[in-house]
């Protein structure tokens, strides 16, 4: 449990400190008409906001998976790792490219250029629908090569965090199909902006888990 | 806005905020059902959540016949007896208190007492009900696949969970799991929600430091819940995989009849480890949200301010904090590194200190306090009682050479029912009573209510108090008769059984009261008003009653104290609503004969 701890110690701090700079010197009985401006700032603006809640949601998630990874894995001698298949760096590169498309994207709706928002969205669309086929290859060759997820508790861990990172990531998809929907019809540009924005978090964020898992599998 | 800074210079002016868009129902479905107003959302959710908490209510009377007259009813067998006891906890535990105290409260309250006008993602947090209600449909389907529910008790231990000899291994832990899934994800849309609203969506004014208190819980109680619930969503994945895909995250290798079962190498302590990572901060998600209510209800019908807010609010972040490294007290018995079980009881040990300052700052504000013993606020007092004798034992049960012999028997029961039972929903009624007249226009019936109060109240300790005795005899729970050991057994428990079942019965008729009053209430209670109780929040200060789509009039209401403004010396009324600035306070007149000295 130590890295779902340290995961929210570290939320915990963040959130105490901003807690305790806004409450510390503040005498609550006084009645001033005014008062100081305790709203976040303005560049956390209300889906963003939403966005980064989630993210905590899912890290929870990811977290307590990876400490139960852990917990397991020091219990037992019957730890067999599973290996990493070489087409696993080939799916990181994937990913890597489908976030670049779509902060591409992004940084193309900003500068107002819907025709390269359109391009990067379907190009980062396409990037992760590859990257899906390709675990879906890396789940088929180790099963094939006798990884079953019963073999071993390694596998079953195996294949549950991935598999949990590509329910994540197909979330995302629902999230890009809606874009792409606002973004043909006639949907105002602020508001598609918004949207491939958000895809855009999602993405890294899915990205930045992926390492960690990856890493966590090659290592252990 | 310059007129509104107290030092224009040093203080930023609140930020505008701009104005939502509704999402105004058109038709039937989209009003009443389908809505998008988090009031109608709010009363969907507490409507669902009582139904269930009523069904949860009949299970308990099921199993406490049994108990208090063994032999009797041939309609429960072991295990039925069994998956009484796991879905009455469960249900109790998820499916009525969170689900009413963050989705029905959460979503009535948080944006009438904050000056918004719905919640920041309407369409969301109608998906976020109707998760709820499939969740519950699919939790009450177990009922009647073949085999029936679950009955591995509501902490769902492995492997009995999946294992060959508990009822309901088939369809009932499937449908159990799926549906606590679903849950988890209906939870997250509205959790998101109400953090969102209440961080951006404050009125001007409305600073963080004037936030009531039960805000201040329910937006901690769904930090922490957003954070827990994964624990279970991992854990009941994992169940299902073991259960369905034959993997073996929880399942250790097992003999049964001289056969090897196909599992091998799974840690039940894991699970363990991932419910309680759950199941204690769960204690807390019920409780903070109780402890804001109770004060603001406190706070008014004592016509007195809350005794140290700053407090009362730092007390509330550290036990949300401090709820996050307890967990393994609940695993004393299943094994640990001794300095473990050292670590774990001080860090439970040390919750009792913010805990305790919350209840000093409520008994100081009732001290010397104008107290109107209205219905909500006997309850509420009933809920300061219940709550520190709940504490105390669990004080003991928090001490790990105490919790060796008193684990899993009558001892447990008797602690967790006062303090996770009893006491929030003696909040919820407080609640209920205080806010009823908000919701409907109407007040409830004050007799009844009174009725409903002390036989609940007297009834409850006639039910829990006795049980923490029978602990203390050894009584083992979760059995549906003693066998061979019943022998050992002294009339003295028998019959304190038979007395605890008829106080059960009591209790029970006395809810059937309260749903009575609620339902008469609706149409012919006394009309209540605008405030009845002459409170401070904005929820009371609405142009409407009840609050019409968009709560308040065209303008949103502008802050300028906190929700503490009682008893004001020098001014002519006890209370003074957040929304009054300070130049029109009205001030009292100066007392005849002072002129004259
Ligand atoms: C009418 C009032 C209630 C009565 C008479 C009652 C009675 C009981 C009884 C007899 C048990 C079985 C104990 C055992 O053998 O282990 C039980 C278990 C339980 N009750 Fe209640 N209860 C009531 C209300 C509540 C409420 C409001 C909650 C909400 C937190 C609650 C939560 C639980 C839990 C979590 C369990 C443990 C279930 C398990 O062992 O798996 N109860 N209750
Ligand atoms: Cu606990």
Known sequence: MTITLVFLAALLAFFL??????????????????????????????????????????????ALSISAYHMRMDWGPDWLSVPSPALLWVNTVILVLG???????????????????????????????????????????????????T???????????????????????????????????????????????????YWHYLLVIWFILFALLLTT | MAELGHDATSHAPPREMPEMELPHGHSFWTTYVF??????????????????????????????????????????DPSAYLQYVTMHGMIMVVYLLTALFLGGFGNYFIPLMIGARDMAFPYLNMLSFWFYFVSVLVLIASFFVPGGPTGAGWTLY???????????????????MVSLGIFIVGFTMGGLNYIVTILQYRTRGMTLMRLPLTIWGIFLATMLALLAFPALLVAALMVLLDHLAGTSFFMPAMFSMGEQLPHEGGSPLLFQHLFWFFGHPEVYIVALPAFGVVSDILATHARRNIFGYRM??????????????????????????????????????????????KVYNWVLTLWHGNIRLTVPMLFAIGFIFTFINGGMSGLFLGNVALDVPLADTYFVVGHFHMVMAVAPVM?????????????????????????HFWVTFIGAYSIFYPMHYLGLMGVPRRYFAWGETAPFIGDDVVMLNAVISIAAIAVAAAQLLFIYNLIRSRKHGEEA???????????????????????????????????????????????????VPPEEVEMAEPAAGAAKT
Request: with cysteine.
């Open chain 2, 529 to 579: 008003g605008p405030n009845p109780w002459q409170a401070t929040t904005l929820e009371w200060q609405t142009e409407h009653t009840p609050p019409t789509h968009g709560n308040f009039g065209k303008e949103l209401p502008v802050v300028y104290r906190w929700a503490y403004d009682y008893s004001v010396p020098g001014t002519k009324y006890d209370y003074i609503p957040q929304n």
């Open chain 1, 99 to 149: 976030s670049l498309a779509l902060q591409w994207s992004w940084n193309a709706a900003r500068r107002d250029d819907p025709a390269g928002r359109r391009r990067w969205l379907y190009v980062g669309g396409a990037l992760t629908c590859a990257f899906f086929v390709g675990q879906i290859l890396v789940w088929r060759d180790l099963t094939a090569a006798g990884y079953y997820v």
């Open chain 1, 17 to 62: 400190g901003w807690v305790l700079s806004r409450t510390v010197n503040v005498e609550p009985w006084v009645a001033d008409g005014g008062s100081i401006n305790d709203h976040l700032p303005e560049i956390l603006t209300t889906p963003r906001v939403g966005l980064a809640i989630f993210l905590a949601v899912a890290s929870s998630v990811f």
């Open chain 2, 158 to 176: 492995p492997p009995q969970l999946i294992s060959e000899g508990t009822p309901g291994i088939h369809g009932g832990v499937i449908l159990m």
């Open chain 2, 35 to 76: 809505s998008q107003d988090a009031k109608t959302i709010a009363i969907q959710y507490s409507v669902t959540a009582i139904s269930v908490g009523l069904l949860a209510m009949v299970l308990s009377i099921l199993i406490r016949l049994q108990l208090g007259f063994p032999n009797t009813f041939s309609l429960i």
């Open chain 2, 312 to 357: 009362m609010v730092w007390a509330l972040v550290a036990i949300g904090g401090l709820s996050f490294v307890v967990w393994a007290h609940h695993m004393y018995v299943s094994g640990m590194n001794p300095y473990f079980g050292f670590l774990f009881a001080t860090t439970t040990l040390i919750i009792a200190v913010p805990t305790a300052i």
């Open chain 1, 151 to 201: 073999a071993n508790p390694a596998n079953s861990f195996f294949y549950f965090m991935t598999g949990l990172h590509a329910l994540h990531l197909l979330g995302g998809l629902v999230a890009w199909v809606r874009t792409v929907k606002r973004d043909r019809d006639d949907t105002p540009s602020d508001v598609v902006c918004t949207s491939v924005e958000l895809c855009t978090i």
């Open chain 2, 427 to 451: 909040t919820i009624y407080a609640a209920i009573y205080h806010w009823y007249p908000k919701i409907t226009g109407r007040m409830l019936h004050e007799g009844m209510g009174k009725i």
